[in-house]
C-alpha cells in the first residue's frame, strides 16, 4: 500500500506528463490547420500547457519531488 506521500508524487508525476501531452498535441494540431483563429487559440492552449508544466515542476522541486 502506497503512503500518502507516494500517492501525492505520483498524482504529480501524472499531472506532469498530461500537461507535456497537451502541450505537444496542441502543437500538432496548430501546425495541421490552416485557419489563423484556431491556430492562434491552440497556440494560447500551447503555451497554458507549458505554464503549467513549469509551475508543477516548481511545485515538485520545492517538494523534493523527483
Same mark, same amino acid.
Do not use: C, H, W
Given at each position: 500500500?502506497?503512503?500518502?506521500?507516494?500517492?501525492?508524487?505520483? +498524482?504529480?508525476?501524472?499531472?506532469?506528463?498530461?500537461?507535456?501531452?497537451? +502541450?505537444?498535441?496542441?502543437?500538432?494540431?496548430?501546425?495541421?490547420?490552416?485557419?489563423?483563429?484556431?491556430?492562434?487559440?491552440? /497556440?494560447?492552449?500551447?503555451? +497554458? +500547457?507549458?505554464?503549467?508544466?513549469?509551475?508543477?515542476?516548481? /511545485?515538485?522541486?520545492?517538494?523534493?519531488?523527483?
Amino acid at each position: 500500500m502506497l503512503s500518502e506521500q507516494e500517492r501525492m508524487n505520483n +498524482a504529480m508525476k501524472e499531472m506532469l506528463f498530461y500537461e507535456e501531452s497537451m +502541450a505537444k498535441k496542441y502543437l500538432e494540431l496548430t501546425r495541421e490547420i490552416t485557419d489563423p483563429k484556431l491556430q492562434q487559440m491552440l /497556440k494560447g492552449m500551447e503555451m +497554458a +500547457a507549458r505554464n503549467n508544466y513549469g509551475t508543477l515542476s516548481q /511545485k515538485m522541486s520545492s517538494l523534493g519531488i523527483v
